[in-house]
């Protein structure tokens, strides 16, 4: 794979990318129009989201960073985008291009005062993995084996003009309306600049590995301040394989629900006792070792969830409180999905719609074990997506729904329902956290 002896950093050089691309795009459907004169519609628009989904994946992956960050996000959302986009846009996981040697030393001698191969004994200077806001290189000190994450340049400092640039097709894509989506924009901006401070992830990485060690199966690296700093993190070496590799594997289905179990257990312990949860569940944060354990390696993405917010939702998730149209609407008040001032068509529609999303999504936890290789409760997350989507009532409505913290709390839960299914996880103990829980 090539590497980059520049990342663009100024916002005319990342527009003017982005613009490049959405010329492409324009070509590929003037293409698209021809294609159904000689073919069936269905293969002209498959052709034609391979091509956009190629050349937007090409510019996103060239400039790093935010916008790259959005595209693995919704590689995550295999029911909202098609699935040309999906196959594409998950290569941001941990397969873009990295960072020349020559911009590698350059950060460390900015940070450090010296070249890598002098604060260790070997580095390599190819990257092992390179993902949208850093890439990660494999060096040893003395007898440990360590992974050492670098932070491309101007990732931070373009946040801000990224989302901008990102903005009108976020809101064109999910049908959010302008009024009232400041909240949920300044929620992802505020994330991903915490994603981009390493001394906080670093911190962060320290708290969880110490405060979850205890549970089964599962494994954090221990992590090296003196190595590390606002663009740098160290940490071990963890052995394995990534996730999506595992799954692609021939395993026993003791080992997928072994691996199922731990995932589970790891989430539902975070929810429920911390308070606070590794926000970021797609393949590329977990390894699955040899012996069939089970290490994350990146917590750059961490959601606190207010007691204020915790309490609601999850009562919400109680079925007997799902089925009392009381309890029911005064939760959906108290979590901002229904607003005093909607008109009486606007509460009945996005009420009945609500029911029926978390009837779906918290089905999990109303069994005390759940099957998450029934290909009929996936099926019913896509088809409720694509019905709604349809829906010509919503035309007009403001579907800006919900609290600001929803946004990355729904996030988890779709990257951890996908990773339980692609597992094909069965007889998962729902509540089993609680055995872990320290006195």
């Known amino acids: 794979m090539k590497t980059l002896d520049k990342i663009p950093t100024g916002k005319i050089e990342r527009t003017g990318s982005l613009l490049k691309a959405g010329a492409k795009v324009g070509v590929n459907y003037l293409k698209y129009y021809g294609n159904k004169i000689t073919k069936d519609e269905g293969e002209a628009r498959k052709i034609l989201n391979e091509d956009n989904a190629s050349d937007i994946y090409d510019s996103l992956k060239e400039l790093k960073g935010s916008a790259l960050k959005v595209a693995q996000m919704l590689s995550m959302e295999k029911n909202i985008l098609p699935v040309e986009y999906v196959e594409k846009f998950s290569l941001s996981q941990f397969s873009v291009p990295p960072l020349s040697g020559a911009l590698v030393k350059k950060t460390f001698r900015k940070y450090f005062g010296k070249n890598p191969e002098a604060i260790f004994d070997e580095f390599s200077q190819e990257s092992v993995n390179a993902a949208s806001i850093g890439q990660v290189h494999k060096a040893r000190k003395g007898d440990q084996n360590l992974a050492v994450k670098i932070q491309y340049p101007g990732v931070r400092e373009s946040i801000s003009s990224d989302l901008k640039m990102v903005k009108p097709i976020a809101m064109k894509m999910f049908n959010i309306k302008k009024e009232g989506s400041e909240a949920y924009f300044q929620e992802v901006e505020d994330k991903l600049f915490e994603e981009t401070d390493y001394n906080l992830e670093l911190k962060r ?8 060690r205890h549970l089964p199966n599962v494994r954090f690296p221990d992590y090296y301040p003196e190595y590390s700093c606002e663009k740098i993190i160290t940490m071990d070496w963890m052995s394995g394989i990534h996730f999506s590799e595992f799954t692609k594997k021939q395993n026993t289905p003791e080992d997928l629900n072994k ?25 590329g944060n977990f390894l699955v070792s040899d012996d069939v354990q089970l290490s994350v390696i990146d917590f750059g993405c961490i959601k606190e969830i207010p007691e204020d917010f915790y309490v609601p939702y999850f009562e919400l998730a109680r079925e007997e409180n799902l089925k009392n149209p009381e309890i029911f609407r005064e939760k959906l008040f108290t979590l901002e999905i229904l607003r005093e001032e909607d008109t009486p068509k606007e509460k009945e ?6 029911y029926e999303l978390l009837e ?5 936890f109303n069994q005390e074990e759940f099957d998450f290789s029934d290909e009929g409760f996936f099926h019913e997350i896509a088809d409720l997506g694509q019905r709604y989507s349809k829906i010509s009532d919503m035309k007009g409505m403001n579907t800006n729904r919900g609290s600001r913290h929803f946004i990355y709390l729904n996030r988890t839960f779709f990257g951890l329902y996908n990773m339980m299914h692609d597992l094909k996880a069965k007889g998962i103990r729902i509540n089993n956290f609680r055995n872990f829980i320290k006195p």
């Open 205 to 212: 990485s320290q708290l969880f590995a110490a405060a979850c």
């Open 259 to 283: 691996i199922g179990q731990t995932l589970w257990d790891f989430y539902m312990y975070q929810m429920h006792i911390l308070k606070k949860v590794h926000a970021d569940p797609h393949p």
């Open 349 to 354: 529609f996005f009420a009945k719609l609500f």
């Open 360 to 364: 779906l999504f918290t089905r999990p």
